[in-house]
């Protein structure tokens, strides 16, 4: 049977999510071998009881996931998982982030600067204005923009930045079979040819409310920075910023009148310390760095870094990563690398930031 068959197959296992899965293919030894376990086997996996358990052996995923693979072929989707060599590392080292990722167009998972843009489905002519402006300054700094292809806000950051010929990417809360709204359609189309469409849901799967928060965290962890434009005090993009604080993201709003609604979100967070204020893309530029180039001085310590350093410095150009992030793409044992990253302050190549985060001075 097709390897993919199996992939897939986790996404029709009732009662078990992305972090169950990791876990079930561990202590299991493979892909393949979740499938044909017993429930001796299924019981010693963290999280899985007496009830999961029954579920995973009476489920009949593998022959929903034959049915999902002829749908993929025909609606021409690629479909990467968590093992393979070629889903996001912005993504891996969550526990919470998909098994699978279904995809159109021409992603590049990699690019060095994503920013993401979200904000109210009704905006005003303020926020719309002020989002078309934004992008078209952000064309500058060579990003991906990112949003969730809703109304509002999304719709219109997607579509300046088709228009300016910037990379956008639109992750969606449901199946990649329907574009939904049905009126950003077309949209998504263009879209694909510089960029495209991305989901964790299986391929049909309607665009229910709850998938709406989970798509967010996505959202913000395939981002390296999530901008709010216009927001109530609750609402979706207000759990962006949220999951985007939790996952050491930095966050921008733009600010509002104080009697307007729609700016209460984005004022709270700014007001809250969690959000940086916006007025322009060069806000960004300046808090990223994304501005500034090393000096000579810098550039003949850059010459002198061993192989793993080199890989440290490179990872960090253009932009602020965790410990954790460091160690996940790098290889580095985290003790060697806790020293590494010492010595290179030490020499005003790194600078240490508050939570854990490292930037290229």
């Not at 760095?289 to 990872?315: F, G, H, N, P, Y």
């Amino acid at each position: 049977m097709d390897e993919l068959i199996y992939k897939l197959a986790f996404n029709f296992i009732p009662n078990v999510g992305a972090k169950t899965s990791r876990d079930l293919i561990s202590y299991c030894g493979g892909i393949k071998e979740v499938f044909s376990a017993n429930k001796k086997t299924l019981l010693k996996v963290p999280g899985v009881g007496e009830k999961r358990a029954e579920d995973i052996l009476a489920s009949n995923a593998l022959e929903e996931a034959e049915k999902e693979l002829r749908v993929i072929e025909n609606e021409d989707v690629k479909v990467t998982f968590y093992l393979d060599d070629n889903y996001p590392q912005r993504l891996k080292h969550y526990p919470d982030s998909p098994i699978l990722l279904y995809h159109r167009g021409d992603i590049d998972f990699e690019n060095a600067r994503n920013v993401a843009i979200v904000g109210t489905r009704k905006p005003t002519n303020y926020g719309v204005v002020q989002c078309e402006k934004l992008v078209d300054e952000l064309s500058e700094y060579n990003v991906n923009i990112i949003s969730g292809l809703a109304y509002g806000i999304d719709t219109t950051a997607h579509r300046r930045a088709v228009e300016k010929n910037i990379p956008t990417v639109g992750i969606l809360g449901n199946g990649l079979c329907k574009i939904y709204p049905a009126a950003n359609h077309s949209l998504s189309k263009k879209m694909e040819n510089h960029g495209g469409v991305m989901s964790e849901f299986p391929m049909n799967t309607g665009p229910d409310r709850e998938n709406f928060p989970k798509r967010n965290r996505i959202i913000s962890a395939f981002s390296d920075v999530v901008i709010v434009i216009e927001s109530a005090r609750k609402g979706g993009s207000m759990i962006t910023a949220l999951y985007a604080n939790d996952q050491n993201k930095d966050v921008f709003a733009l600010p509002g009148k104080i009697t307007d609604p729609l700016s209460e979100g984005c004022n709270h967070l700014i007001k809250t310390n969690q959000a940086h204020l916006i007025t322009s893309a060069a806000d960004i530029a300046y808090i990223m760095r994304w501005d500034q180039s090393q000096t000579t001085t810098q550039m003949e310590m850059v010459m002198d870094l061993t192989a793993e350093e080199k890989v440290i410095v490179d990872l960090l150009r253009g932009k602020e990563m965790t410990i954790d992030s460091l160690m996940y793409q790098s290889k580095v044992n985290l003790s060697s690398l806790s020293s590494m990253l010492l010595n290179l302050e030490f020499r005003g190549i790194v600078r240490s930031l508050p939570g854990k985060k490292y930037t290229l001075l």
